[in-house]
């Protein structure tokens, strides 16, 4: 079974621009959440998305946004790119068959460098 | 809130020897999760071993095993038989019954195994 795919794996934008991740589960998982990973604040959830809807959101800026499609594959933007949004952005996918303590299965991040 | 605690920033180990990672975790939740993530330098997150709060024995995975304290939140990584690929970064994770989707990391500990 192939595991969870990211797109693009590397990305460098200027300040100001915009950006759009993209995240493939792994077959039969339904449940997506974005991790950011920096040096300074380490892993930091932003959000999870299940069956379309966000049930889930971290502390971060209404510029951080995120969907997920009918076939469980998952977008996150970010609008008006800061220098600190430089990081690596990691997708984990679950299956989440009721109960929570699903196990995420990540995928191999999208670095973003913001020039 | 949760919090996840690493209180060894670095280690290192020689080959073939045993080493100890600490994890501590606070929370008011009674049925939770946690895991061990590897990250090696490719940077892709890996499930080492994960243990059910509710489930005294503690998880095993070939040379990796854990001490789950739940009344100390106290929870280490033992890998036994180090080998040279087990260089990394390992991070604990915590999630709750209640927050489906969202894994609360500590700041992570890089092991480095010595030939």
């Known amino acids: 079974k192939a595991g969870v795919t990211q797109t693009p794996r590397y990305l460098i934008k200027t300040r100001g621009q915009q950006v759009t991740l993209s995240c493939s589960p792994i077959s039969g998982h339904r449940s997506v959440s974005w991790y950011q990973q920096t040096p300074g604040q380490g892993l930091q959830f932003l959000f999870e998305y299940f069956s379309e809807t966000q049930r889930n959101k971290g502390n971060f800026p209404g510029r951080f946004s995120g969907r997920q499609f009918s076939n469980s594959r998952s977008e996150m933007n970010v609008s008006t790119l800061e220098l600190g949004d430089s990081a690596l952005y990691l997708c984990?996918?679950?299956?989440?068959?009721?109960?929570?303590?699903?196990?995420?299965?990540f995928g191999p991040g999208t670095r973003l460098l913001v020039l | 809130a949760q919090t996840v605690t690493q209180s060894q920033p670095e280690m290192s180990v020689q080959e073939a020897e045993t080493v100890t990672l600490s994890c501590t975790y606070d929370t008011s939740e009674n049925n939770y999760y946690l895991f061990w993530y590897k990250q090696p330098p490719s940077r892709q997150m890996i499930l080492v071993i994960r243990?059910?709060?509710?489930?005294?024995q503690n998880a095993t995975e070939n040379r990796f095993s854990v001490n789950f304290q739940k009344a100390a939140k106290s929870f280490s990584l033992k890998i036994s038989d180090s080998q040279l690929g087990d260089t990394a970064m390992y991070f604990c994770a915590f999630m709750g019954n209640t927050n489906a989707g969202k894994s609360t990391f500590g700041d992570g500990t890089t092991l480095t195994v010595k030939p």
């Open positions: 243990q059910e709060a509710y489930k005294q």
């Open positions: 984990a996918s679950s299956i989440f068959r009721g109960g929570a303590g699903e196990t995420q299965y």
